[in-house]
């Protein structure tokens, strides 16, 4: 068996079984003069330093807790790596905050060298969700470019207009050929939340918007799916405490579990917020800086995502310079939410392979 052979089985294992002899420490990183917290994750069998990762979670509010991603984490290191899981707070505050990443990963780099975990090399970079796009564009900044190998990216997105269309409608496309999911509500929420005041019309909508993310918050801290009937009383007690002229924009955003917002409105509000996220936000939009990436890039998305529709890897490697090495995985084997549904015995036999395969490619990295 080849070293990375052996490197993807024991990943196999540690992940189908859940559990492998780690070391967990908890330690304090600057972020450029902010304290944030960071786990560091490593073999107990461990005598000295190890190939590196870093591992940037999403807009949730679990951060370096959430299960899957302690999950995920915890098989990489089970190859023989040491990892570390920066906290973003504001993304744990479902703040759409995409200039946090390079010095997240800055940050992350020193705390690993500062660990004496790690081997004196170039670290290998993985983002989940909206951590993905801006984990692969970071290795293109200046100050990264020493200290990092690659990037992989699990579910992110690289057109935000077609991204955010995608959340209130369920519809995206991939070369004309169309696609329909009902979306992840949770997305429609955060979005919301963070953008709706940002819109001229709706600048007074400020108690739709905290609405939104206590909705979206509320989902996140008791695991509840965002389209489990069990939000409905949520959804219910947050709607009475708004005025009676905000209620139809909130049910845009939160409509009840069996229904979906109107298709004509929801178009319209999601290019209305699209225009407020850029003149926002202009780092949220990734398609600028992936021209400029060169690190080997390591693409895998869902089939069936619900939270972002797999079509955006596939624009991300477009994206992407011609002369970049990058490879693109899209598989049912990978989920993102809790609306994703899984294949079957026998489909999921059939792709285990080319996943297994991309895993290989992926733990080469470092």
């Known amino acids: 068996?080849?070293?990375?052979?052996?490197?993807?089985?024991?990943?196999?294992?540690?992940?189908?079984?859940?559990?492998?002899?780690?070391?967990?420490?908890?330690?304090?990183?600057?972020?450029?003069?902010?304290?944030?917290?960071?786990?560091?994750?490593?073999?107990?069998?461990?005598?000295?330093?190890?190939?590196?990762?870093?591992?940037?979670?999403?807009?949730?509010?679990?951060?370096?807790?959430?299960?899957?991603?302690?999950?995920?984490?915890?098989?990489?290191?089970?190859?023989?790596?040491?990892?570390?899981?920066?906290?973003?707070p504001e993304w744990m505050a479902l703040s759409l905050a995409p200039d946090l990443a390079v010095p997240t990963v800055k940050a992350g780099v020193a705390g690993l060298r500062e660990s004496g975990w790690a081997l004196d090399a170039p670290v290998g970079l993985i983002?989940?969700?909206?951590?993905?796009?801006?984990?692969?564009?970071?290795?293109?900044?200046?100050?990264?470019?020493?200290?990092?190998?690659?990037?992989?990216?699990?579910?992110?997105?690289?057109?935000?207009?077609?991204?955010?269309?995608?959340?209130?409608?369920?519809?995206?496309?991939?070369?004309?050929?169309?696609?329909?999911?009902?979306?992840?509500?949770?997305?429609?929420?955060?979005?919301?939340?963070?953008?709706?005041?940002?819109?001229?019309?709706?600048?007074?909508?400020?108690?739709?918007?905290?609405?939104?993310?206590?909705?979206?918050?509320?989902?996140?801290?008791?695991?509840?799916?965002?389209?489990?009937?069990?939000?409905?009383?949520?959804?219910?007690?947050?709607?009475?405490?708004?005025?009676?002229?905000?209620?139809p924009l909130f049910d845009l955003f939160a409509p009840g579990s069996a229904i979906l917002p109107d298709p004509e409105q929801a178009a319209e509000m999601a290019e209305a917020l699209v225009v407020a996220a850029l003149r926002t936000d202009p780092e949220i939009e990734p398609r600028p800086a992936l021209a400029r990436v060169r690190k080997p890039v390591h693409l895998l998305h869902g089939r069936r995502d619900h939270l972002i529709p797999f079509s955006e890897s596939l624009r991300l490697r477009e994206a992407l310079p011609r002369s970049t090495p990058a490879h693109l995985t899209v598989t049912r084997l990978f989920g993102h939410s809790a609306q994703d549904s899984f294949p079957s015995m026998m489909k999921a036999a059939r792709e285990i392979p080319v996943f297994f395969t991309a895993l290989r490619r992926v733990l080469r990295l470092v």
């Open 1 to 88: 068996m080849s070293h990375g052979s052996f490197r993807t089985a024991r990943y196999a294992r540690a992940w189908l079984s859940g559990h492998d002899p780690c070391v967990e420490e908890v330690v304090q990183l600057d972020r450029g003069g902010t304290r944030v917290p960071a786990r560091i994750v490593r073999p107990a069998a461990a005598r000295g330093p190890l190939p590196a990762w870093i591992v940037l979670h999403g807009i949730t509010r679990r951060g370096s807790e959430h299960a899957q991603l302690q999950r995920f984490t915890r098989a990489v290191v089970s190859t023989g790596a040491v990892a570390i899981i920066p906290e973003v």
């Open 127 to 247: 983002g989940f969700s909206f951590g993905g796009p801006h984990a692969v564009t970071a290795t293109a900044h200046p100050d990264l470019e020493e200290d990092v190998a690659g990037s992989v990216a699990f579910g992110g997105y690289c057109n935000l207009r077609r991204a955010v269309r995608f959340l209130l409608t369920g519809v995206h496309e991939w070369r004309g050929r169309p696609y329909r999911l009902t979306p992840d509500s949770y997305g429609r929420w955060i979005i919301g939340s963070n953008y709706l005041t940002a819109i001229d019309e709706y600048a007074h909508a400020g108690d739709v918007a905290k609405a939104l993310g206590g909705l979206a918050a509320h989902a996140g801290d008791t695991g509840i799916p965002s389209l489990d009937p069990r939000l409905d009383p949520k959804k219910a007690e947050l709607r009475a405490g708004l005025p009676e002229d905000q209620i």
